[in-house]
Nanobody, 117 residues
Framework: QEQLVESGGGLVQPGGSLRLSCEAS????????MAWYRQAPGKQREMVAS???????KYADSVKGRFTIFRDSAKNTVYLQMNSLKPEDTAAYYC???????????WGQGTQVTVSS
């Protein structure tokens, strides 16, 4: 059964960095398009980054140049490197497949990122 487990969130000051991890089981991340999403309180979930099976990446304009999505096939894990964090990046972050690439897998518990001084 497919399972996604996110980790790596925390409290960080503006301008800081975090690396989020999404460990997959029952899913071979090297064969799938994968994405990171975030949801802030009172807002809809939005996709912030995606990576195709071939390694092509896309980013939301709000994170372009600051976030990087990549994967480690040996660890079957997808990462989100987040630099130059801003308070508006505060949200719960989740991984799943991008829209339009198939049915969503069950959502994990997410990992909370809080950017505050």
């Amino acid at each position: 059964q497919e399972q996604l487990v996110e980790s790596g969130g925390g409290l960080v000051q503006p301008g800081g960095s975090l690396r989020l991890s999404c460990e997959a089981s029952g899913i071979r991340v090297r064969l799938e398009a994968m994405a990171w999403y975030r949801q802030a309180p009172g807002k809809q979930r939005e996709m912030v980054a995606s990576i195709t099976a071939r390694g092509s990446t896309k980013y939301a304009d709000s994170v372009k140049g600051r976030f990087t999505i990549f994967r480690d096939s040996a660890k079957n894990t997808v990462y989100l490197q987040m630099n130059s964090l801003k308070p508006e990046d505060t949200a719960a972050y989740y991984c799943n497949r991008p829209p339009g690439t198939g049915f969503f897998w069950s959502w994990g518990q997410g990992t909370q990122v809080t950017v505050s001084s």
